[in-house]
């Protein structure tokens, strides 16, 4: 990528300063070796555990950075702030270790656990508004608010004290490891976090490559820098929430474009199963966003090969009722979950065919929806199949037709999950 300096480029004096001002708030998380992805990619895996923070992602740092520079005059009036719910914990806690009012906007699809948490950790400093469908449309609410209130914006990313703040987990990361670092994975929404690691590895650890990773149906950044400007996205699936945004930071554009080594998109997906993998077989929680560092080693498996890796964690505020979303969205992914429309003949012992010359001996059905209509000679179904080997889909769908049982295919069909999760 073009290596042009940046208007802004944070300094390394800023950053260190920052990790000055959060000591007393952000711990220093561990730096973690991972022995199964070690082992399963032939290299040294480490893990930052930004998960661990007191708010349970790495939003605290940049926060607390940004509201601590505040001016008297400026605490007095208050903050405004918008997030999908990390930077509103964030924020909310540095109010109430500040005693400085805030207002924190946050979409009206953000996971009831995040703004519970949100309001916990803010207590009587803070008001927490929903407003819109996206990141951006309570952004929008948010500076509204600002104008017309004289308060200040904390930006969860666009801001020098904001980057800054996040930079100091490249200070952690370098002071932790007894090794060269050669590849650090991070998670991009806004850009923040990895604006401000390339504040301090591309100037202490310049040899160190840093990979920006986005989920596949936001790609704002991986855009933006295909377009050579910050580019704004209309339509973005909004499932890993802390890092979808139609549009990155300016400052964080230009940081990225000029000192990101490469960006790459993981599929919901496989982000979905990585989750998985990562609470049933390492006890870790993690949030989509979380888990998208992790998700993108496969696509740079040959690369990484006996490397020191490091995979920054970003954060654990997961809603468990978004489970059975997860799950179905792993399994679609890996072709092990099909939907179909079946015509079920409207006869007596029709269902009973269709489960024993049908379904193979290790299929599932999961889902299933039927209303009998005596008028007609037949029936659709809705039909969720659960298949033990993906190689398993070709013959079911072949004895499903031979027995006039076919209707249609769903799972190419768009509006899928609007319908069945």
Not at 180 to 205: E, M, N, R, T
Not at 355 to 371: A, N, R
Request: glycine share 8%; proline share 4%.
């Amino acid at each position: 990528m073009n290596t042009t300096e940046t208007a802004y480029f944070p300094a390394i004096k800023d950053i260190k300063e920052a990790a000055i001002t959060i000591q007393d708030v952000a711990m220093v998380t561990p730096l973690m070796n991972s022995v199964r992805y070690s082992k399963a990619y032939g290299c040294n895996v480490f893990l930052k555990r930004e998960d661990l923070q007191r708010v349970r992602s790495y939003k605290i740092r940049g926060a607390f950075n940004k509201i601590s520079s505040l001016t008297g005059k400026e605490r007095e009036r208050g903050v405004v702030c918008a997030s999908a719910g990390n930077h509103a914990q964030g924020v909310a806690f540095a109010c109430q270790h500040l005693k400085i009012q805030g207002t924190i906007y946050m979409p009206s699809v953000t996971p009831k656990q995040k703004v519970e948490q949100t309001e916990m950790f803010g207590g009587e400093f803070v008001n927490v508004v929903l407003e819109g469908d996206t990141f951006d449309d309570a952004s929008k609410a948010a500076v509204k608010l600002c104008k017309q209130k004289n308060k200040v914006f904390v930006h969860p990313f666009d801001d020098p004290k904001t980057i800054e703040g996040q930079g100091t987990i490249g200070l952690e990361i370098l002071q932790q490891s007894d090794q060269p670092i050669d590849y650090v994975f991070v998670a991009v929404g806004g850009g923040g976090l990895a604006s401000g690691l390339c504040g301090a590895l591309k100037v202490l650890s310049p040899k160190t490559k840093i990979i920006g990773v986005e989920p596949l149906g936001a790609p704002s950044m991986s855009t933006s820098t295909k377009e050579g400007r910050n580019t704004e996205i209309t339509n973005i699936d909004k499932f890993v929430d802390g890092a979808a945004v139609q549009r990155v930071g300016d400052l964080n554009f230009e940081i990225c474009k000029n000192h990101l080594d490469d960006m790459l998109t993981v599929p919901e997906g496989w982000v979905c199963q990585t989750i998985l993998d990562l609470y049933n077989r390492d006890a870790i929680v993690v949030e989509p966003a979380g888990a998208l560092t992790l998700a993108a080693l496969e696509e740079y498996k040959d690369k990484i090969e006996g490397k020191n890796i490091v995979c920054i964690v970003s954060g654990s505020n997961n809603d468990i009722t978004r489970t059975a979303e997860i799950k179905e969205r792993a399994l679609l992914y890996a072709s092990l979950k099909h939907y179909f429309i079946v015509r079920f003949p409207q006869r007596a012992g029709a269902l009973k065919q269709f489960v024993v010359e049908v379904l193979g001996p290790d299929d599932d059905i999961t889902h299933f929806e039927y209303s009998k209509k005596s008028s007609r000679e037949n029936g659709p179904a809705v039909v969720g199949i659960e298949l033990k080997h993906k190689e398993d889909l070709g013959p079911l769908i072949q004895r499903m037709k031979q027995y006039n049982f076919f209707g249609d295919y769903l799972n190419n069909k768009p509006d899928l999950f609007q319908y069945l999760i």
